[in-house]
């Protein structure tokens, strides 16, 4: 008799819970948010690892936390990029300056050559430059600037000289801005590639040749070199 009432009483516990899905109530769209937000509510309290709780943050917070982030992180890259700007001209100007600042050394000491001196003798601007085996022309609006040079032999022995070996390379500024390299020729009177052994006391002139616009030249007020080999640099005494 027992199981039997027992027994009832599950199968209309069953039928109760069937016939309770057919009664649920309908909610409204702001009742659903009210349940959402206490269900929220009791988690966050009960929550040991969440120390703030809920918290709202209706639309205009929302967009007015990702204006605050966008902003934020617009001025940290407009910074970063003024410090890497300020950092690369703070470089060029130190070399620069490094550049300004290294005493000038004569022409032979750069070029490792003992036993004779090389002195700067002047300059000439020229349309073109000719001899009786050469015949060179600049680009158009250009023009030349020749520096000559004369080589001694100092040493009171036969001193033989190969710039093709060494390579050098040169840099003429003209009034402290406009820079040119040399023109690389195998004329024999060109320094940048001349080869020969020069006797005791013997002198020969010797010519580099720059090309320059023609109103940089129409106007000089200063001129320096410089003179690269190996990888070195070094300002050259005029």
Do not use: H, W
């Amino acid at each position: 008799m027992n199981k039997k009432i027992i027994l009832g009483i599950l199968v209309c516990a069953v039928c109760f819970c069937f016939c309770g899905c057919e009664l649920m109530p309908t909610l409204s769209e702001k009742d659903t948010e009210a349940i959402a937000s206490y269900s929220a509510k009791m988690v966050a309290k009960y929550n040991i690892k969440q120390k703030d709780g809920v918290v709202y943050i209706d639309d205009s917070d929302k967009k007015k936390v990702e204006e605050d982030a966008k902003a934020k992180a617009e001025k940290e890259a407009m910074a970063n990029a003024t410090q890497a700007a300020g950092t690369s001209s703070s470089s060029k100007s130190g070399d620069k300056q490094a550049q300004q600042q290294t005493p000038p050394v004569p022409l032979s000491t750069a070029l490792g050559i003992a036993g004779v001196d090389i002195k700067y003798s002047g300059n000439e601007v020229r349309d073109n430059y000719t001899t009786s085996i050469y015949d060179m022309s600049p680009a158009s609006g250009n023009r030349f600037l020749v520096m000559k040079f004369n080589i001694t032999n100092t040493s009171g022995a036969d001193v033989p000289v190969d710039m093709i070996t060494k390579n050098p390379r040169f840099k003429s500024t003209i009034n402290g801005a406009a820079t040119a390299n040399n023109e690389m020729t195998l004329m024999p009177e060109d320094l940048s590639t001349f080869k020969g052994t020069l006797k005791p006391n013997e002198s020969k002139e010797l010519v580099l040749i720059f090309q320059f616009k023609s109103d940089i030249l129409a106007n000089i007020q200063s001129a320096a070199l410089q003179c690269i080999v190996n990888g070195s640099t070094n300002n050259i005494t005029l």
